[in-house]
T-cell receptor, first 114, second 112 residues
Framework: DSGVTQTPKHLITATGQRVTLRCSPR?????VYWYQQSLDQGLQFLIQ???????AKGNILERFSAQQFPDLHSELNLSSLELGDSALYFC?????????????FGQGTRLTVV | QKEVEQDPGPLSVPEGAIVSLNCTYS??????FMWYRQYSRKGPELLMY????GNKEDGRFTAQVDKSSKYISLFIRDSQPSDSATYLC????????????FGSGTQLTVLP
């Protein structure tokens, strides 16, 4: 168990809908990262938050947004969902957001858009 | 062409075999090299971490980096059925987890 908790584990929704994925980082970790894992693209970095502030953006679509709350949990919001958004979404956390390469991953949320 | 190329396998070996997993990359700025292991329905977990060129050994696992060839390897000695998983290489320019570029993963099965 990595100590990173993601909910829900599975989510099935229709095209055009909006969903929220939740992540609780390991105790003491200030940085949260969101990754998307799909069969054709592999694991891709979406966005990073550090202590409540956005730190870096990767290949995140404009329909997606995230935030990190004062208690350091994070939410990833996906809207106007398309079939191609079906993927595993992972949250990872690390102690800091600068030099720490060791990121601990949660078990992921499997999103299926039908 | 992807920045990081990894043979997806699947790779199937008998228990006790030596396993060699490899990745090639095109970005010469990569300085930090990692191997993650991902069991089915689980998140990736960091297995090995290497900075720049050289070898690193941890128990049955050895990671090698050859920056001149842009090639990294993970060797697993005395492979066990519990090693059956997908192995992902990952690389970073700065060392920060936010900049990890992953390979597509190699699915390994160790047969008892």
């Amino acid at each position: 168990d990595s100590g990173v908790t993601q909910t829900p584990k599975h989510l099935i929704t229709a095209t055009g809908q909006r969903v929220t994925l939740r992540c609780s980082p390991r105790s003491g970790d200030l940085s949260v990262y969101w990754y998307q894992q799909s069969l054709d693209q592999g694991l891709q970095f979406l966005i990073q938050y550090y202590n409540g502030e956005e730190r870096a953006k990767g290949n995140i679509l404009e329909r997606f947004s995230a935030q990190q709350f004062p208690d350091l949990h994070s939410e990833l919001n996906l809207s106007s969902l398309e079939l191609g958004d079906s993927a595993l979404y992972f949250c990872a956390s690390s102690v800091d957001g600068f030099s720490s390469t060791e990121a601990f991953f949660g078990q992921g949320t499997r999103l299926t858009v039908v | 062409q992807k920045e990081v190329e990894q043979d997806p396998g699947p790779l199937s070996v008998p228990e006790g075999a030596i396993v060699s997993l490899n990745c090639t990359y095109s970005n010469s700025a990569f300085q930090y090299f990692m191997w993650y292991r991902q069991y089915s329905r689980k998140g990736p977990e960091l297995l090995m971490y290497t900075y720049s060129s050289g070898n690193k050994e941890d128990g049955r696992f050895t990671a090698q980096v050859d920056k001149s060839s842009k090639y990294i390897s993970l060797f697993i000695r005395d492979s066990q059925p519990s090693d059956s998983a997908t192995y992902l290489c990952a690389m970073s320019v700065s060392g920060s987890a936010r900049q990890l570029t992953f390979g597509s993963g190699t699915q390994l099965t160790v047969l008892p």
